[in-house]
């Protein structure tokens, strides 16, 4: 009843012991011996010049030789009427390229698929990149560099926004066109602001007021918000940071710049409409559907979202729906949103032929209102804007007027390749101010050690 | 000649016996690798499966490679040094063990529970109760952990609804720092305690029957009959128990992927989950290769302390 163990298991054991020993000896003292080693920063600033960029080759732009392209993507159910009238349509223009669709998910699917297409050495000719992770692709050289192809075929690069152009540029070197664009504006409700007799602020120094007649309170307790601001993507109140004369990094960026005393001007307003009870902030995981659901309600009178969304709440809401550009400070910007259309670096050169007239295809003035309406994002092309067809496109969305009247202040994301890691850790700034109500203020200094650890580690 | 005749013969002996040793010795050979070529199909699978990843990951995590970079730069430790000066390693090595000793604590005490309060074989009212408590084990946990997020809603979850009857407020479960990791336990806990409660229960029916009736003669109480018999003759299913949900604890993801994806602020960071964030959004690989490898020690070191401890409090019936 009280046998241990049987003896086989009491030989055996002593064995293993001493071969796991000698395995984490040999570990440890490769650790232990083994060197770190170093490494430099570098910067992403640099305006596109074509040159000394030679043109592609004219012979492969005739080439009609059948073939078949692969587009990665990740545009959601809605979207997808949209894409292939766009592809059928191309196919007319270019019988002898078949292009083929594939969904891959969302941004981050999409992303950690190519990444894996490009370790395994078999890519698609074209896909989508979400906005902010153009600089870390096209830091390791997995996109093509479009410099050749607009050079031959004298795309007019002017007639793009110019902000919305730049994001998908780096280094001097334009990787992509925009494609499906947004950018975070202030959606209101129209009926409440006009019942209130207030108009949305436009500048930083109207907001005390506008919260002072627009925000509801029982007691301590405010049932009624002025204004939200998402806490969970950095991509909301990065503008907010620029607008209010800050930056995130040096401008070599080499170090962070959070820290700073007019980067902080934001994060202290918010602090402080927050502590008032002025302004509510979501977090985290569900707080978007949260924050989405409290509009509807009427709980917040307005809330700063992508313009991607508007097309939601038009249909959701039971008043008046009214979008206005973010307020601004020093300036007024906001940063740009959704995904560009890339050429992948390792396709074969017939591939990007016709990668390059199908990304031409799909960002062309020509397509321009007709695309950007069927999937809910903003025309990116000035001539379109201009023409007959964009003034009927802003009969329909008068609420986009809003924005293109700041056409060139729509601003790229600061690009750089640790962007993804080191954000989260001044996000997690906002965090620690919304969930559990500390003072940003010294912890913006913690986190800008930390962000100046992440890009000394970076190389 | 005498001399010569014998040592001839000698030799020819000793010849006729390195031949039949060597054949015997061949024939034992062919019989090993007859018997390793059966074996051949599944180290084949492993090897391109396992083996192949597991010294290929060995090798990415002394380099700097970020998945998509042509070359892979050797960094030495750096890696390894990086991490184990990181404040954040110790918060998701601390997040990893909270989570894993409330889980193993919670899955094992509660399914013991059920074990006692249900091992009844004559009743089909029992049966179904087990059935009953048995089922979450089969359901997937990313259904699981969808289910959950909507019960745990701040809003409008049925939590809260629940919590509301006894006059408290409503609390964000998942966006709550300190409650997101209890909420994750408890789904794991709710999946998990059938099958540890199914395992006590085939566990207590192997205990003969004489042992208690011999402590009930000497006039032993039922607890005492629990204490003295029961606990150390389940000890083998509950060393099994500890270390199986030990291990699937340590590697927790699916439930923080769906429910809290790492946070809020990095509450539920748990290490698996910071291995594929770091790999596959911060595209760091040869840095997430080396936690993997930390992760792989520190989870045999610990299966290892199990073993040892286990030879001393383990009792096998018999």
Redesign the interface.
């Known amino acids: ?5 049987d003896s086989k298991g009491d030989n055996r ?1 002593p064995m293993k ?1 001493k071969s ?1 020993l000698l395995m ?1 000896l040999t ?1 440890f003292m ?8 170093g490494g430099g920063s570098k910067t992403a600033e640099g305006e596109v010049s074509l040159d000394d960029v030679e043109a592609a080759s004219m012979d492969m732009k005739n080439d009609t030789t059948p073939i078949k392209i692969q587009y990665w993507h990740a545009h959601a159910d809605a979207q997808l009427e949209g894409l292939n009238y766009m592809i059928s349509e191309f196919q007319k223009k270019y019988p002898h390229i078949t292009v083929e669709p594939v969904f891959q998910g969302g941004y ?1 699917d999409l ?2 698929k ?3 297409a ?2 395994a050495n078999d890519v698609p000719a074209v896909t989508n990149v979400e906005v902010s992770s153009l600089a ?2 096209a830091d ?3 996109f093509a560099d479009l410099g050749p192809w607009i050079k031959r075929d004298e795309v007019k690069m002017d007639d793009f926004a110019k902000g919305m152009l730049k994001a998908y540029a780096y280094n001097g070197k334009q990787y992509g066109f925009p494609l499906i664009v947004s950018t975070s504006v202030f959606v209101y409700n129209k009926t409440m602001l006009d019942e209130l007799g207030v108009e949305p602020p436009a500048k930083w120094d109207e907001i005390d007021d506008f919260n002072a007649k627009v925000t509801k309170k029982e007691g301590d307790k405010t049932t009624r918000y002025a204004f939200s601001i998402p806490g969970w993507d950095t991509w909301y109140y990065d503008p907010w940071n620029i607008n209010g004369g800050g930056q995130i990094l040096t401008d070599d960026m080499s170090a962070s710049a959070v820290e700073n005393e007019d980067s902080l001007r934001y994060i202290q307003n918010f602090y402080k409409w927050q502590n008032e009870g002025n302004m509510h902030m979501g ?5 978007s559907d ?1 924050m989405r ?1 409290m509009f509807l309600n009427g709980e917040i009178a307005m809330v700063q979202h992508t313009s991607a969304m508007l097309k939601m709440y038009r249909e959701n809401a039971d008043f008046e729906v009214g979008v206005s550009f973010i307020p601004g400070d020093k300036v007024r910007t906001s940063n740009i949103g959704g995904a560009g259309i890339v050429m992948m670096e390792g396709a074969k050169d017939l591939e990007k032929e016709a990668a390059w007239k199908f990304i031409e295809f799909m960002t062309s003035a020509e397509q321009n209102i007709k695309w950007a309406e069927s999937v809910g994002y903003l025309p990116t092309r000035k001539s379109a804007i201009e023409s007959e067809e964009g003034d009927q496109y802003f009969e329909r969305w008068p609420q986009y007027r809003a924005v293109y009247e700041h056409f060139d202040e729509v601003t790229p994301r600061l690009q750089h390749p640790a962007y ?2 080191f954000s989260e850790v001044y996000k ?1 700034v906002v ?2 101010m919304v ?2 109500k500390k003072d940003p203020t010294p912890l913006m200094q913690e986190a800008a050690k930390k962000i100046n650890d992440i890009l000394a ?1 970076y ?1 | 000649m005498p001399m010569e005749t014998s040592k001839q013969m000698t030799k020819a002996a000793s010849k006729r016996a390195t031949a039949s040793v060597s054949k015997r010795m061949s024939h034992t050979v062919i019989e090993k690798w007859k018997d390793f070529s059966f074996a051949v199909p599944a180290l084949l699978f492993m090897g391109v499966f396992l083996y192949y990843p597991l010294g290929y990951s060995i090798y990415l995590s002394f380099t700097n490679w970020n998945m998509t970079r042509p070359v892979k730069k050797f960094v030495g430790a750096d890696n390894y040094t990086r991490l184990l000066s990181s404040p954040d390693f110790y918060h998701s090595l601390k997040v990893t063990f909270l989570y894993t000793f409330m889980d193993v604590v919670l899955t094992l005490a509660i399914g013991l529970l059920f074990a006692l309060l249900l091992n009844v074989s004559s009743s089909r009212l029992f049966g179904f109760m087990r059935g009953v408590i048995f089922m979450p084990y089969y359901v997937s946990m990313v259904v699981a952990a969808m289910v959950f997020t909507w019960i745990y809603n701040g809003q409008y979850g049925l939590l809260n609804n629940v919590v509301s009857w006894f006059g408290m407020d409503p609390v964000e479960w998942l966006n709550n720092p300190s409650t997101a990791l209890p909420a994750l336990v408890a789904v794991s806990v709710w999946k998990g305690v059938g099958f540890a409660m199914i395992l006590f229960i085939a566990g207590m029916r192997g205990i003969p029957a004489e042992y208690y009736e011999a402590a009930s003669i000497d006039g032993a109480s039922k607890f005492r009959q629990f204490r003295n018999i029961t606990l150390p003759l389940l000890s083998p299913m509950t060393l099994f128990l500890v270390i199986t949900s030990f291990i699937s604890s340590m590697q927790v993801f699916q439930s923080i992927d769906v429910m809290t994806a790492g946070g809020p602020l990095k509450a539920t960071n748990a290490i698996v989950y910071w291995i594929y964030t770091m790999a596959f959004s911060e595209f760091k690989t040869g840095r997430a290769s080396a936690l993997v490898m930390i992760l792989f020690v520190i989870i045999l070191l610990l299966t290892l302390v199990q073993f040892l401890v286990s030879r001393k409090k383990v009792h096998y019936e018999g």
């Open positions: 009843m009280n046998g241990l163990m054991l012991k796991w984490l570990i490769v650790i232990t011996t083994a060197c770190g080693g981050p992303h950690k190519l990444s894996a490009v370790a870390n692709f390791s050289g997995v977090f985290g995981k569900g707080a949260n659901q993804p890691e997690e965090g620690e969930l559990n580690d190389e």
